[in-house]
């Protein structure tokens, strides 16, 4: 079984501050793990993914994420936050026994709002 | 080049109706996904279709169902509507299970 955590519903920092995303996650076997964005009426976007190279993954947007595995963590950051980060964040696991990167059989962890002050 | 497309995008439905929802992969996409987001439930994997066959499911009753056409369009079947049906649906397509998926805007279903 898998499962995702993240830490606050809702996450406020101020435009140009560090944005800190928690995630954590449980999985049997080694997992793969997604970042993916919500913005208003929209679909979702991914972020980026782990799948078991670098544990240090660089997306799009500026984001990234680093795999701890004795922390089960795979934190959402970015160094200085836009106006346009504002939306709707989710962390998704996904066992390695399905191989790759597709989105099947994704578990998502409930989501993060964040906000951006101005 | 056209993104996922899913039809309706909103409907309204009674209790105990059925519904379908439609969903249009991009272009040289085999594999369709269907999820739904549910206020409070989060998202949650309903199916997967690849090369017209359903090859994966979710924790979801038999009530949920779909197909996969041979242009690879896909169709999400609810029956006996319940009022916790109520949700954004959302289709995702990719090229194959092993790369990354593109969601669509989805479909925001409401059981009255």
């Known amino acids: 079984a898998q499962s995702v955590t993240q830490l606050g519903s809702h996450v406020s920092v101020s435009e140009g501050a560090l944005v800190l995303l928690r995630c954590n996650y449980s999985?049997?076997?080694?997992?793969?793990l997604f970042w993916y964005v919500q913005y208003p009426n929209q679909g979702l976007q991914l972020l980026l993914k782990y799948t078991s190279a670098a544990t240090l993954v660089k997306g799009i947007n500026g984001f990234e994420a680093e795999f701890k595995k004795s922390e089960t963590s795979f934190h959402l950051t970015k160094p200085s936050a836009h106006m346009s980060d504002a939306a709707e964040y989710f962390c998704a696991v996904r066992s390695s026994m399905y191989s790759g990167g597709g989105a099947d059989g994704l578990t998502f962890g409930k989501g993060t709002h964040l906000i951006i002050q101005p | 080049e056209a993104g996922v497309t899913q039809s309706p995008t909103h409907l309204i439905k009674t209790r105990g109706q059925q519904v379908t929802l439609r969903c249009s992969p991009i272009?040289?996409?085999?594999?369709v996904y269907w999820y739904q987001q549910a206020l409070g439930l989060g998202l949650q994997f309903l199916l997967w279709y690849d090369e017209g066959e359903e090859r994966n499911r979710g924790n979801f009753p038999p009530r949920f169902s779909g197909r996969q056409f041979p242009n690879y369009s896909s169709e999400l079947n609810v029956n006996a509507l319940e009022l916790e049906d109520s949700a954004l649906y959302l289709c995702a397509s990719s090229s194959d299970r092993h790369t990354e998926a593109f969601f669509g805007q989805g479909t925001r279903l409401t059981v009255v």
């Open positions: 999985s049997s076997v080694p997992p793969y």
């Open positions: 272009s040289g996409h085999t594999s």
